[in-house]
């Protein structure tokens, strides 16, 4: 099982960015799928989830309305889209994967529910 996250960079303050999570050894439809952040000095944090098999999607208060996950199951990809960012957002994001028997919508928050993770892609927001 691999998670391969990129797309990470720098941008100024209200730009965009998408990061990309490439799968293989796992389907990313039939997993539940999550992005998680990790500032200096911070404890990991919960950023969205998309649950296994269909859309349903949690996110984070701090990133609602302004970031979107998504999957291209034919592609084996999972998608962070990530608008009028803030330096706030600075943090390695990381991908991860909850594998089947997967877990609740309610618990996606939790990183414990995930047992396989990417390497993590930086993220640096510029005031």
């Known amino acids: 099982v691999q998670l391969q996250a990129s797309g990470g960079g720098l941008v100024q303050a209200g730009g965009s960015l998408r990061l990309t999570c490439a799968a293989s050894?796992?389907?990313?439809?039939?997993?539940?799928m999550g992005w998680f952040r990790q500032a200096p000095g911070k404890e990991r944090e919960f950023v969205a989830a998309l649950r296994s098999g269909g859309c349903s999607t949690n996110y984070a208060d701090s990133v609602k309305g302004r970031f979107t996950i998504s999957r291209d199951s034919a592609k084996n990809t999972v998608y962070l889209q990530m608008n009028s960012l803030k330096p706030g957002d600075t943090a390695v994001y990381y991908c991860?994967?909850?594998?089947?028997?997967?877990?609740?919508?309610?618990?996606?928050?939790?990183?414990?529910?995930?047992?396989?993770w990417g390497q993590g892609t930086l993220v640096t927001v510029s005031s």
């Open positions: 991860a994967a909850d594998s089947p028997p997967v877990a609740p919508y309610s618990v996606l928050p939790n990183a414990r529910v995930y047992d396989s």
């Open positions: 050894g796992l389907s990313v439809r039939t997993h539940n």
